[in-house]
């Protein structure tokens, strides 16, 4: 029996727990296709004690979402904008963990 690498069984975890929709993730639409997205609204709490407030009655929201590189395409840039379930937001960081990528976003919303 051959042992796996640990980057192989990371890739199996990837698909079978992280961003399997049966456990994780569910499908969000990104850019005009539906994809698995695990949101982290644990960390996007954190963040929003910290909430910018632009204007009166107008604050940024944030979203922490990680997808699969290959369902994504390339890693996106800082300061592109991208649609997530019809809503526009602007890409604030992002990051490549072994296949997955940490996208935070922010959009201005009205309270």
Do not use: C, W
């Not at 994780?24 to 910290?50: C, L, S, T, W, Y």
């Amino acid at each position: 029996m051959q042992r796996k690498s640990f980057k192989e069984i990371l890739n199996q975890d990837i698909e079978n727990v992280f961003l399997n929709t049966l456990e994780f993730a569910d499908i969000h639409n990104v850019d005009g296709k539906d994809m698995p997205v695990q949101v982290d609204d644990n960390e996007v709490i954190e963040r929003e004690k910290k909430a910018k407030s632009n204007m009166d009655g107008v604050y940024v929201k944030q979203k922490l979402i990680y997808v699969k590189a290959k369902d994504f395409g390339s890693l996106p840039a800082i300061g592109r904008q991208i649609m997530l379930d019809g809503k526009r937001y602007l890409i604030t960081d992002s990051t490549d963990e072994y296949g997955i990528y940490t996208i935070t976003l922010e959009g201005n919303r009205s309270k």
